[in-house]
């Protein structure tokens, strides 16, 4: 009897085993207020995720409010306008929607700031429109800008790009990645500010 039970508690087992290793994969659920609250941190390739553009997007926004260019912002007697333009991506990545979400965050920490006066995206969407574009993501070339962002009525405008430098020995991979972000007076072309902030990825044996 005693061996009976043995045999039939082994094969429970090995049943419950089997049914483990043949399961599919799991939906999780990560982030704040989780479980899992550190489930975004872990890279799962050299690709560009959340994490590093947030941290990307935060470095050059705090260096710029830290700038002497802002300061004056900051003493004006009226506040500047300025325009967003897109973020140019000059890597593999299809980082597009990212990008541009990204922007909505600048924007919102501009307006919070109060130190100056942000032109609405919407608008700017309409300007890049009635000159034959099809998005404002076409507005790479700095004289573009320029040209859209008087037409909007703003005195600067700020933009970048992002560039990555990708390296391969060995069966090992190491791509750098680089965010520079540039506020430029409208009037003049002069660049008030610019700041580059770079995220390394890997992978290691």
């Not at 609405?120 to 076409?138: F, I, P």
């Not at 680089?178 to 995220?199: C, D, H, K, P, W």
């Amino acid at each position: 009897m005693i061996g009976t039970r043995k045999i039939h508690g082994a094969l429970a087992a090995l049943v419950a085993l089997a049914a483990t290793s043949c399961a599919g994969p799991t939906a999780v659920r990560g982030g704040h207020g989780t479980d899992l609250p550190d489930l975004d941190k872990a890279a799962m390739s050299t690709g560009l995720d959340k994490v590093d553009l947030d941290y990307l997007m935060k470095e050059n926004l705090d260096k710029l409010f830290a700038s002497r260019a802002w300061a004056r912002f900051r003493g004006a007697p009226e506040e500047p306008v300025v325009a967003i333009w897109p973020i140019r991506n000059d890597t593999t990545e299809h980082i597009e929607n990212q990008l541009n979400t990204l922007l909505a965050t600048v924007e919102s920490r501009m307006v919070e700031s109060g130190d100056v006066r942000v032109v609405s995206r919407e608008r700017q969407r309409e300007m890049a429109q009635e000159v034959g574009l099809q998005n404002t993501n076409a507005v790479y070339d700095p004289a573009l800008a320029a040209r859209l962002s008087k037409q909007v009525g703003a005195q600067y405008f700020l933009t970048g790009k992002i560039q990555a430098v990708d390296e391969r020995a060995e069966g090992e991979r190491r791509v750098q990645y680089t965010l520079t972000l540039q506020l430029i007076e409208v009037e003049t072309s002069v660049i008030e500010f610019q700041n580059s902030t770079a995220r390394t990825k890997a992978i290691v044996r």
